[in-house]
């Protein structure tokens, strides 16, 4: 038995359970994605109408994560695939555990040539990332779009999606949907109480105590996930101090953490705490309890992104009419104005550099990246993807036309953080853990920036993690 025989057999066993030790440790010393030969054994001849150089009767794997989206976007994709190339196989499947199901192709190096690497059993991507086990995406950016004439796939994609996407200078995970972050609200249930909106953070305080004062919880969030509480805490100390407080966290910077505007952010959000404007029992509820909890009234905000909508849709009201508003001011002194949002895209997919059918990867991506594949995901799954324009001409529920509303208002003034997608184990177990405690009412704001940091000062420290550098 030769060692990737034992490896593959070890993995499928369970027994390499870290993603960026075990399994990749074997993708690097079987001849990692530099190798050019590892480009794909299905080679066809470039033209102007194949510039990806796609072998047409190459069969083509996808395997989707099948989480809130679900998997008939992607069996449409496929179909779009399927009617350029005819002679094409496709094989798809779709699973809830990519990485239990995914790790042992990686270790012996049969990967498929799509992966929706996504949920809480993803693969990690700094592990994956600094193995070279992925294949670089920068030739699709630089290919014409299937259906935009004039423009090259870069030229299509919404701000912000190759960046989230790009490790050291390299494009390598097309990250699809285009997700909206911020506080959301039922726009009946305030024009029923006659509740506005507040855009300053001390009318928002003076607002929980109005709903407090009726009965309904002014609050509510998903305990057994509370890193969903830190997007509008980073948010509001981001609008206070400007993307540089990001860009401090996202490089790893010493107290980072401890800014001046995350003190006065964090000071401000234990005020919620401390005031018991979180409904009741909240930490022991998922995303889920929570999210239809504040659907059936018991709670009037949630912090989420705008896959909310699709997601509650079985067990939303009709006429609940859902709203995200964008995080309130803390004072005239910040930076970004109130309209300011969070915006990003999310949903990540790859191909692995080992896969066999490299090049009819990147054609999918860019069937995925058509007008006709946007928009056809948008009707599907009320999600914006990445792509400019891929809503118009087309009804969108309530919810995601305020995200729409809300993108166009944010303008050039969005901003974004990508210390998660740099290091998984920061944001998903670190900061969640401190998030818990701080939302539950155990620790102060101080004591709370103190773990994050700690948290951030460990991975820095450990060599064992690459580190990435984001430019301003």
Request: with cysteine.
């Amino acid at each position: 038995m030769n060692r990737r025989e034992i490896l593959r057999r070890s993995a499928a066993a369970g027994l390499l359970a870290t993603p960026a030790a075990g399994l990749l440790a074997g993708c690097a010393t079987s001849g990692g994605g530099d190798d050019k030969g590892d480009a794909g054994a299905y080679k066809g001849t470039k033209s102007e109408q194949n510039p990806l150089g796609v072998k047409e009767d190459a069969p083509l794997e996808v395997v989707i994560f099948n989480g809130g989206f679900g998997e008939e976007y992607a069996k449409a994709h496929e179909a779009m695939y399927k009617e350029k190339y005819p002679k094409a196989e496709i094989k798809h499947s779709a699973t809830a555990e990519i990485s239990k199901t995914l790790q042992p192709r990686f270790v012996d190096g049969s990967p498929p040539d799509v992966v929706n690497n996504s949920g809480a059993g993803q693969i990690d991507f700094n592990g994956l990332v600094s193995q070279n086990a992925i294949a670089d995406l920068g030739e699709l950016l630089a290919a014409p779009s299937l259906d935009t004439p004039g423009k090259t796939v870069k030229d299509t994609l919404l701000p912000g999606t190759v960046e989230v996407g790009s490790y050291d200078g390299k494009f390598l995970v097309l990250n699809y949907t285009y997700t909206v972050y911020g506080i959301w609200h039922s726009t009946k249930l305030f024009a029923d109480r006659g509740w506005t909106y507040a855009k300053t953070w001390d009318d928002h305080i003076a607002l929980c105590r109005q709903i407090k004062a009726a009965g309904i919880a002014p609050w509510t969030y998903a305990g057994v996930h509370p890193r969903y509480m830190s997007w509008p805490l980073i948010s509001t100390a981001i609008k206070l101090g400007g993307p540089s407080v990001a860009l401090a966290i996202d490089n790893l910077e010493p107290n980072a953490w401890k800014s001046d505007a995350m003190k006065t952010a964090a000071d401000a959000w234990y005020q919620i705490v401390k005031d018991k404007f979180i409904l009741a029992g909240s930490p022991g509820l998922d995303h889920k309890q929570s999210q239809t909890a504040w659907c059936q009234g018991k709670a009037a905000f949630i912090s989420c992104g705008s896959w909310l909508e699709s997601e509650q849709k079985d067990v939303t009201p009709a006429g609940f009419n859902m709203t995200v508003a964008p995080t309130p001011s803390l004072g005239s002194g910040d930076k970004l104005p109130f309209e300011a949002i969070r915006g990003t895209a999310g949903e990540p997919f790859m191909v692995p550099a080992k896969a066999k059918n490299v090049a009819g990867g990147l054609e999918y991506f860019r069937t995925m990246l058509s007008r006709k594949g946007a928009q056809d995901f948008t009707k599907k799954v009320a999600s914006l993807p990445v792509v400019a324009g891929a809503t118009e001409g087309i009804d969108l529920p309530y919810g995601l036309g305020t995200v729409v509303k809300a993108l166009d208002a944010s303008g050039s003034n969005g901003f974004n953080w990508v210390y998660n997608n740099y290091y998984r184990k920061l944001e998903r177990n670190l900061v969640d853990a401190a998030c818990g405690e701080f939302f539950s009412g155990r620790i102060s704001p101080a004591e709370f920036l103190d773990q994050c940091q700690k948290g951030a000062d460990s991975i820095a420290q450990d060599s064992s993690v690459k580190k990435y550098k984001r430019a301003a």
